[in-house]
Structures are given as structure tokens and as C-alpha cells.
């Protein structure tokens, strides 16, 4: 049987009755010193002694086996914190230490538990999840310490953790526990509710839309930024100040169109007007001149000639 921090008093009686099965119990029970032949004993006697010595050794050496095969990983690191040494040949010395350090290392775990379980709140907590994984930590600890918590009390203690974050549902559990409607059970299963729309909410919060210059956004974007014209064959280089709304094209916010696109509407003051219509007339004549595609709205909305331009969102995958 493993030596855990919750079986102490059973381990500390089974042990000495599998080693008196065998007459081994003394090793942990008294001090048992090395067989030593007297002084001017003659040979034979000396030749004993030696014996004696050898099954001492022996013996001692198992129940120190015996003895060590009984402690879980937990029990030896706390051990060693009190200064254990796993090489001691006496296995009474490590059989003490254990009685001795295991009860008073529990009870201080015990009390820093029960501390951390009163002070515990949800508002400490980035999420529910989180609040809930520690609390279930606690609650497991402080039943394994043998200091269990009353469901009644464990209900009505939580409920006051979730006061400050979640102040409205505050007042329906309040009022359940009044009734004595709420339990451990129905109370869990609303914060497993809200610990996953949260998580929900935090993975779709996320969703973004990429730069695509097909996008309907008409915000600014900064006088100084550059992009390229989207529109295919096009080359220029335009201000990003302004978004048109049909072909893509960038130009001052006040233009009904695209100067690139119909340059022989453009005002007379912008010092690209002539080069702009060389340059269509040369895309019309060579046959290679390109039209802006824009899906109209034909779905009975209250502005029919608004133009729809698409764009790819991407959305997180759903996890569980």
C-alpha cells in the first residue's frame, strides 16, 4: 500500500503487520544497534558476532526496501524538503521523520487551502475557466486533506465569489438560495453555461477582414500611404485616402469616380488629366482597355444602385 498524505493513519498500521509477518518489525519500532562480539571474546565467539552482523545488515537493508516502496513520488519530495536522506541506511530514522513531518505538512496544507478557499473570487480570474479550475483544485485538496466542504456552504460561498463580475445573476442565485432551489449541481452547471460563452465569445471576437482593395470600407486610411491601383493592367500608384467604391481606385474624398477610369471627368486642376487620357485612349485602341465588374444590387434594398463588392472574411474554426 502507497504512503499518500490521505491514508497516513492506515499505512502507519499496516506496515508494522506486514513486517512482523517476518520478525522485522523492531527495525521501525526501537533502535536496534550492530551486533558487536565483547571485548577478548575468542574467535568462535567473534565468528558469531560476524553473522549476527551479516543478517542485521541484511534484514535492516530490507525493511528500509520494504519501507520506500511504500512512498509515492509526492511523499518523498515533501521529504526531501525536510531534509530527508533517501540513502539512510536506518529505516526507523525515515520511519520517524514520516510520522513526524506528514500530520504537520498536512495540517499547514490544510490551512493554506481553507485560506486560499475564503479568499478565492471570479474577479481575480481572467476567465471563467480558469476560476473554475482552480476552485475544483481546492475543493478536491481540502476533501483529500479530510477536510471536506458542506455542499450547502460550498454553494452559498461560491455564489458570493461571482458577486462582483457577474452582478445581475447575483441577484437570481440569491434568490435560489433563499428558496433553496439552488444546489452545487444546478449552480455548476450555469457557470459550465457562461464559462463556455465566454470562451465562444473571446474565438469569434477575433474575427478579421483582410486588406483587399475590393473592400467597401470608405474610411480614410491616411494622406500619406501609397498603394497600387488594383484595377488589372493598371500600374499607378495612388493615395489611400480615399476608397472608390466601384473600381477600387484611390483619389480625394469629394470624387464621384475614378480619375484613372474616366480621366476626361476629372477636374481640370489635377496636373495627371492629359497624361491619363493618352494613356486610355492608348488601352482603348490597342483593345485592351479594362472595365471595372460591379455586382448592383438587385435585392430590393432602399438603394438599388448601391454596388456590392465582396471580400473574404475569415472566421476561427469552432472548437470544443
Known amino acids: 500500500m502507497a504512503l499518500c498524505e490521505k491514508n497516513l493513519s492506515q499505512w502507519n498500521n499496516s506496515l508494522p503487520g506486514v513486517l512482523e509477518l517476518q520478525g522485522l518489525e523492531k527495525y521501525i519500532q526501537e533502535d536496534v544497534p550492530e551486533p558487536q562480539a565483547p571485548q577478548g571474546?575468542?574467535?568462535?565467539?567473534?565468528?558469531?558476532?560476524e553473522e549476527k552482523k551479516d543478517e542485521w545488515c541484511t534484514e535492516r537493508a530490507y525493511v528500509k526496501v520494504v519501507l520506500l516502496q511504500t512512498l509515492t513520488a509526492q511523499v518523498q519530495e515533501k521529504l526531501d524538503a525536510q531534509n530527508w536522506n533517501p540513502r539512510e541506511k536506518d529505516p526507523k530514522v525515515t520511519y520517524d521523520l514520516i510520522r513526524r513531518a506528514i500530520p504537520r505538512l498536512t495540517r499547514e496544507a490544510t490551512t493554506d487551502f481553507v485560506m486560499e478557499y475564503l479568499k478565492i473570487?471570479?474577479?481575480s480570474f481572467t476567465s471563467m475557466q480558469a476560476f473554475l479550475t482552480r476552485l475544483r483544485f481546492i475543493h478536491k485538496k481540502l476533501a483529500a486533506l479530510n477536510a471536506p466542504v458542506n455542499d450547502t456552504f460550498h454553494v452559498t460561498a461560491i455564489v458570493g465569489k461571482l458577486k462582483k463580475t457577474y452582478p445581475e445573476r447575483y441577484l437570481f442565485w440569491l434568490a435560489g438560495l433563499k428558496s433553496g432551489s439552488m444546489t452545487w449541481t444546478t449552480l455548476n452547471s450555469e457557470l459550465e453555461e457562461i464559462s463556455a460563452s465566454e470562451e465562444a465569445t473571446a474565438k469569434f471576437s477575433k474575427v478579421t477582414i483582410p486588406n483587399n482593395n475590393n473592400s467597401t470600407d470608405n474610411k480614410t486610411s491616411g494622406?500619406?500611404?501609397?498603394?497600387?491601383?488594383p484595377k488589372e493592367g493598371c500600374t499607378h500608384m495612388m493615395?489611400?485616402?480615399y476608397h472608390h467604391r466601384a473600381c477600387g481606385h484611390h483619389g480625394p474624398k469629394n470624387a464621384e469616380h475614378c480619375w484613372h477610369c474616366d480621366p476626361e471627368r476629372a477636374p481640370d486642376f489635377w496636373k495627371g488629366k492629359k497624361k491619363a487620357i493618352e494613356e486610355k485612349k492608348k488601352r482603348e485602341g490597342a483593345g485592351t482597355s479594362t472595365t471595372a465588374v460591379v455586382l448592383h444590387n438587385?435585392?430590393?434594398l432602399a438603394?438599388?444602385?448601391?454596388?456590392?463588392?465582396?471580400?473574404?472574411?475569415q472566421v476561427p474554426q469552432l472548437t470544443l
Open 223 to 229: 494622406p500619406g500611404n501609397k498603394i497600387r491601383c
Open 239 to 241: 493615395m489611400s485616402n
Open 121 to 123: 473570487d471570479r474577479a
Open 298 to 300: 438587385s435585392g430590393g
Open 41 to 49: 571474546a575468542t574467535q568462535a565467539v567473534i565468528d558469531v558476532f
Open 303 to 313: 438603394n438599388p444602385s448601391t454596388p456590392l463588392i465582396f471580400s473574404s472574411l
